[in-house]
């Protein structure tokens, strides 16, 4: 069975501060995708990342792709209060394209 | 590109009832996806339709799911005889063949059952 196990679960920083959010996985993924969820809406895609090592960058949000494709990082610069949402990271297998996601992370940015 | 929409957007239900949800997708994506997500949780597969076969059913979905798309566009997903176990929110997503596989998402179905 394919894991994808995200961390922090929970993220509370405040605005102007750095954060980090990790994706590992014992499987390899043909491609792993982010999206960002509000409340009571479905995920909004941001990124898309296929090669290994692969590195995207999206305003201030740097996606990186691990080199093995096991794994993959959502790091976010100089944070602000419209950051906040449901961070999820989904990795697909190449076979049907069916996602497995993370747990997600909670990023709260506070003013 | 109107997106993926979903209908109703908040379905409540008596125990025993049965419901139904419908998906369009962005039309011209080939592949149509279900999942359900529970609170605190991210997504959980259940089941994808290439055009209009059914390709893949996880065993999360019971024998009293069942979900089809008849004429490779919209589709339906039933749940007969409803538990309280069954609340959560129910995506769809729409996606198309060799294309990385990103799939994009509709708003879901919130389903509560008392």
């Known amino acids: 069975t394919q894991l994808l196990e995200q961390s922090p679960q929970f993220l509370s920083i405040q605005e102007g501060e750095n954060l980090t959010v990790y994706c590992n996985s014992s499987s390899v993924f043909s491609s792993l995708q982010w999206y960002r969820q509000e409340p009571g809406e479905g995920p909004v895609l941001l990124v898309t990342v296929v090669t290994g090592g692969e590195v995207k960058k999206l305003k201030r949000l740097t996606f990186q792709f691990g080199d093995a494709r096991k794994d993959s990082s959502l790091h976010i610069t100089a944070a602000q209060t419209g950051d906040t949402g449901l961070y999820l990271c989904?990795?697909?297998?190449?076979?049907?394209?069916?996602?497995?996601f993370g747990q997600g992370t909670e990023l709260s940015v506070k003013p | 590109d109107t997106g993926v929409s979903q209908d109703p957007r908040h379905k409540i239900t008596k125990r025993g009832q049965n419901v139904t949800f419908r998906c369009d997708p962005i039309?011209?994506?080939?592949?149509l996806y279900w999942y359900r997500q529970t609170l605190g949780q991210g997504p959980e597969f259940l089941t994808y339709f290439q055009n209009e076969a059914q390709l893949e059913k996880s065993r999360l979905l019971s024998d009293r799911f069942s979900a089809e798309r008849p004429k490779g566009s919209f589709s339906t997903l039933e749940i007969q005889r409803t538990e309280q176990g069954d609340s959560a929110m129910y995506l769809c997503?729409?996606?198309?063949?060799?294309?990385?596989?990103?799939?994009?998402f509709g708003p879901g179905t919130r389903l509560t059952v008392l």
């Open positions: 039309s011209e994506h080939n592949r």
């Open positions: 989904a990795g697909a297998n190449n076979q049907g394209g069916k996602l497995i």
């Open positions: 997503a729409s996606g198309t063949s060799g294309n990385t596989d990103t799939q994009y």
